[in-house]
């Protein structure tokens, strides 16, 4: 069996891309030794690109009231129930790295009610997964079981905003059927 | 009955956002005659707003492939299937305004599969549907099925990105519990 | 695109109707100025329209326990729930009238949980909703929610028996691909 | 364990009732030797029981296009995907004994698709569930699947309007706890 | 309609069986009068038909912590939730016999929230069936919820092993075709 | 965050068991240098865990029809159907093993409609799965479309029978929460 593509639709070159993009693309190269597939399987739309990094960088480059740990929990739980295979594996990934912990990833994307987690995860993770399966249901009374926890209004919107940019995310990565990097599956396992 | 807020999370003043957020939101307060409230509650994110608009604008604004009522048509029917009230009412009136058909909305919130719409429209909205429901099991059948209307690798992208950006966009209006303006109830009605 | 017949099976002429329906249809279109398709695509079946338009009457034509309008906004609701065009459109036209509300309608057939209704109205929908997607499941303890809230026997026997009965209604107006007369969109929005 | 009420809701006097429906009531008694309790559970509110018995004559005391025991397959398969006590216990009665077949009614219940049937009457069956379950797909490439088999307008009209009047049913029965009659358990197994 | 054959697959003579298995088959003909069609069936593969009886003996074939017919309920509502021909009619005939109650099998069947049993059994099918149905989400609560009505780490342990062992057992009968014998469908009825 | 236990259930000392179950876990032990919990968990009931065994030998240790690595590449796409931490983790190490591929295993669990197998393997999951999810629905041409890719009976049984062999195994994990054993996690990653 042979690999397959790692999109379905056209792919461009790194050299032909604006200038922020492919400096953004080198850096992340220079940085993780490979560059990840989803910085070319969307560049074939420039604009659109950029405004998903913009937005995913808001989202998940800080560490206040969230750890970007949990931030990844998130992310690899909610994309497990879209059965988006780019974004669990990558995302595992980054997981396993922030935490420094090789068994959370595959815990979290399997069944995040068994993982060895906090109660106050299992709160956030539990909400995340509402918000990506069956927003229509939020309720406040979703957000007074977050408080408790000490999650707070930022600390929510997080949460939420987290599992609403990766149901785009693992929309995208199944339309194009985004193939992850080879690399992706051994980082973090030690 | 007194009517919700249009958040569940802080509202900024307008006054207080930063100047491009500003400026584009008093051009469309100029142009529209109100402030739809999609970007009073999002923008207690500004970095995230002015994510999500420069992402909006990349998928929307153009007429190329589908049409600008085309794209308003995927928008409402695959919120209609995440019971999103701001989005269903909010784009429903841009359909209507785009189509110029008061009718048209509401069939296809309600069930795009009965709306007086061709049936190289339905094609798309049976695709866009795929994506917002079920992306898992998008497969290269669903897109040889597009082709066969004429749609192309552009378009075909064009149609599960938009379902993947308002299955974002849902998501964080059912978060933050985000309330239809009034105005558009009737716009484009006649 | 033209728009769809009004049924998928023979429509018969009003004047060849029996007298009964033919007089209560005459008299239905006097009052509202067009004759709601609903009655020209059940007379195919006149015994069944009968039997169906006496049944509607014992269950929607009163006021006590629940008002007219509350009345249809659990048809507009469950209806909504079953994607069917012709009720949606047809009663959420009524109930705007009925509660001279514009908003209503389109607010309980999108998401009943963010409409702007009562706790009561609430307690109403959800237990109506049950009982037309998940019966099976019916408990004594759901009539006892309703019980808190001021329902008596006799206004849970009409809701649950209102979602029943639309049940029926959503699907044969879904077997015939009944068409939501034109009149209906704009009705009740000033 | 003693038995359950037959219904959750008050339960009249069969002297006490309208004419009409005392005596329907007794010629059933007469016959059947016991009053199946639907009769009783519904007298509860006899305009409803009134038009209720018309539409159910209408649709299933006929014999053209499908047989009696036909409509019973349909009341039994449908009931049972609603999980209703009352309409699977007593509708499998019926279909016993019309069927003369004392398997039927069980395979029917617990899985058309292995009962042995004709694969004509499987096609009935399958567009059945569809309209019972899922009406909001029917599509006119379903009832060309019917013709088919030779199922013309007025059969598949029977066939949706009998699904949809048991949707109806079974939720009746599921809202007020329609216990089966005991004597229904053994009719027509021999 | 001529009968179904009693399985997909080839099934092999008695005569021919390892001797263990056809001493047990012919055991239970001469105790019953007939051979239930799951022995020739899975003997197809002797090697999984004699693991197949010491699991389900091992489970079934005990009274403590649940009697013997409270087992055959679990067997029973479980399989009519897999939609299991063989599993329904062979076990609810056993269920019969062993509560000797005629009505018992039915009622667990269509709807185990109706059926005349205590609250502990329901408890007790409410369990088999999330085990069933949704064992993912079994959680600690659930097993409290258990204990409270008596049953300790033994019976619980029970309840789910025989839930999962049908979860198997039905989608073997399915697989095959598996035919229910006649016979059972009167067993048990008086 | 301290780990789970391996059992909600007692669990017995190695020791104390039946002397087959006792050498058979030892084996296992000295060839892979651990104990896989679910030896542990379910040696609770000895007679229940020799049937298990006996039954998993039966259908995984042998090469006809499908490959050692195809049967794996069942368990796990099931198991992660059905969110069993213990199937998903502990069969994925050695599906890795079997297919000499470290990739494979996240594959099939994520989605195994993009994983990087053959047409024919893709056939044999598809089976798998429905048998798992949705076992009334499999119908004859279902093994007519197995048998395009020259699975014949005996290989169809093998893929049906591991489905539903693992829809108990699934079930029983997840009844008990068992834990997988650590070692699992990196074996056969390379």
Not at 70 to 99: D, K, Q
Request: with cysteine.
């Amino acid at each position: 069996m042979t690999d397959r593509p790692i999109s379905r639709f056209p792919v461009p070159e790194i050299a032909g891309l604006p200038e922020d993009l492919r400096s953004r693309i080198l850096a992340v190269q220079e940085k993780s030794g490979f560059v990840p597939n989803v910085f070319l399987v969307l560049a074939h739309r420039p604009a659109e690109l950029r405004a998903f990094l913009a937005y995913h960088d808001a989202l998940m480059e800080k560490d206040e009231g969230l750890s970007k740990a949990e931030r990844e929990m998130i992310v690899v739980a909610t994309s497990a129930a879209n059965n988006c295979p780019y974004c669990v594996v990558a995302h595992g990934a980054i997981l396993r790295v922030r935490a420094t912990d090789p068994r959370i990833a595959d815990q979290v994307a399997i069944n995040h009610r068994k993982a060895d987690i906090t109660p106050r995860q299992r709160a956030m993770l539990d909400f995340a997964m509402k918000v990506a399966t069956d927003s229509r249901a939020v309720a406040d009374e979703d957000l007074a079981a977050l408080r408790i926890f000490g999650f707070d209004d930022e600390a929510i919107w997080d949460i939420g905003a987290i599992a609403a940019f990766f149901a785009m995310s693992n929309r995208l990565a199944n339309l194009t059927a985004m193939r992850p990097n080879d690399e992706f599956y051994m980082l973090g396992r030690r």
